[in-house]
């Protein structure tokens, strides 16, 4: 059953700690994508790694966001030091591209629901 | 920058009803239009739209796009109640994976 798994599920933590969220994308899959969901905004993209490279981390807050893939089957998202306003559902998701062709699918994780009291 | 523009915002119909959502968009290397469906929970794939004029068809589910006028419709037939959910339309490009999303679409089917 392949699919995209993330950890934790919900994560309740209070202004100024850090907080790690992970993520293992589908088995084979070799770009991985992390979005940031709330009301106000939708569905914002983050960062997104190919082949574990960091190919755009132009949505992130760089001061206190960081991501990294430290191997093929695993993606992280950190926030250091986590902000009231940094409460929104985080989803990790996963694609393919092979043999230079880009597939634009992307299978999306349960997603991560931070709150920051 | 990259625009996608969907609407309504919003649309409640009845069960039984037809309805038609919007997506229009502004991108520089367009390869493909996707649209997902999200309910309580994380999107799911509905449909990945490359060529003009071609529907797509999932049950009571449709889709098609106009390269030319760079939008897509999604037909839902005799909506039910499950089909209440968020539907998102993403466009992505010819340079990598990544997709730009539009704001939704909120639909609620009453019975």
């Known amino acids: 059953d392949a699919r995209v798994t993330q950890t934790p599920r919900h994560k309740v933590t209070e202004m100024g700690q850090e907080v790690t969220m992970r993520c293992q994308p589908i088995?084979?899959?070799?770009?991985v994508f992390w979005y940031r969901q709330t009301m106000m905004q939708g569905l914002e993209l983050l960062a997104y790694?190919?082949?574990?490279?960091?190919?755009?981390d132009s949505g992130m807050p760089k001061d206190r966001f960081s991501a990294e893939m430290p191997d093929a089957t695993l993606a992280t998202l950190k926030i250091q030091p986590s902000e009231p306003r940094d409460s929104a559902v985080y989803f990790c998701?996963?694609?393919?591209?092979?043999?230079?062709?880009?597939?634009?699918?992307?299978?999306f994780g349960p997603g991560t629901r931070l709150t920051v009291l | 920058e990259d625009k996608v523009v969907q609407s309504p915002l919003s649309l409640v119909v009845h069960e039984g009803d037809t309805v038609t959502l919007n997506c229009s968009y502004e991108v520089t290397n367009f390869r493909s239009l996707l649209w997902y469906k999200q309910e309580k929970k994380a999107p799911t794939f509905l449909f990945m739209l490359t060529s003009s004029g071609i529907e797509k068809k999932s049950g009571r589910l449709s889709s098609i796009l106009d390269k030319k006028e760079l939008f897509s419709i999604l037909n839902i037939t005799a909506t039910q109640t499950g089909d209440s959910a968020v539907y998102l339309c993403?466009?992505?490009?010819?340079?990598?994976?990544?997709?730009?999303f539009g704001e939704g679409t909120q639909l609620t089917v009453n019975p």
């Open positions: 998701a996963s694609g393919l591209v092979l043999g230079g062709r880009t597939y634009n699918e992307q299978f």
């Open positions: 790694f190919r082949n574990r490279a960091p190919l755009d």
């Open positions: 993403a466009v992505g490009e010819t340079s990598g994976s990544r997709l730009t």
């Open positions: 088995l084979g899959h070799n770009t």
